[in-house]
């Protein structure tokens, strides 16, 4: 899914990220599903508009979100970055299938290099992560990329992501010196406090239909209750 990147919470993440003399961004969450590519992808889009030559990197190898292609010859490293299911196009780094590659990647001595090099070349880095709660073999630890950039934003998947869970992820990200400059919450899936309870009105199959379907109407029309649950 694409948002636009003039929209108003995108907005504010760019001001953040403005207020902070932000030039490396880290984007993940804990989870896999939370947002985090269209986050990322709609955050970049917003640094170009401002003016701002912008490198997207996608470091996640547990479940990427980008297709991509060769872009400049003789940048070997340089490729076209289009979101899966989106028609926006960047220009930036996709890690290839390569184990020792993941493996110096997941060296933040090696990364911060990295990092150093691509600022000589772009104004603002953008980076795509894995879940910080789902690690594997294959990944390159959220932390660790967090822990190599200027600061983070933790996409929050709303109705899905406990305290719990961000409880969890504070402490890695504390426990490796990241810069955790705000969290980002994604309500898109979450639903209304309306709908919540017209769903439970719905399990009350003593009531009549009929009777369930007026009462939905009217709590879905509900101004007070078109809050998120």
């Not at 640094?47 to 292609?69: E, H, I, M, R, W």
């Not at 979101?83 to 997941?106: E, M």
Request: charged fraction near 15%; proline fraction near 4%.
């Amino acid at each position: 899914m694409m948002i636009p990147a003039t929209l108003n919470e995108v907005e504010q993440i760019f001001l953040a990220t403005e207020s902070h003399q932000t030039r490396s961004i880290c984007v993940t969450a804990c989870h896999s599903g939370d947002g985090v590519t269209t986050i990322a992808a709609s955050l970049a889009e917003r640094l170009l508009l401002a003016g701002y030559s912008t490198l997207l990197v996608d470091l996640n190898p547990f479940k990427t979100g980008f297709d991509c292609q060769p872009c400049l010859e003789h940048q070997s490293d340089i490729q076209w970055l289009q979101p899966i299911n989106s028609s926006q196009l960047f220009t930036g780094i996709k890690l290839a299938d390569n184990p020792n590659l993941l493996v110096n990647f997941r060296n933040p001595k090696f990364l911060s290099k990295q990092l150093t090099s691509w600022l000589d070349s772009f104004d603002k880095i953008v980076i795509d992560t894995s879940p910080v709660l789902q690690n594997n073999k294959n990944n390159i630890p959220a932390q660790t990329v967090a822990s190599c950039c200027d600061h983070t934003f933790l996409v929050v998947r709303g109705g899905q992501t406990t305290q719990s869970h961000l409880l969890v992820a504070k402490q890695l990200f504390d426990r490796n010196n990241a810069l955790l400059v705000s969290s980002v919450l994604n309500n898109m899936q979450q639903s209304s406090l309306g709908e919540e309870i017209v769903r439970e009105l719905n399990r009350v199959k003593v009531i009549p239909k009929h009777w369930r379907d007026k009462w939905a109407q009217k709590l879905l029309n509900n101004e007070w209750l078109s809050h998120i649950a």
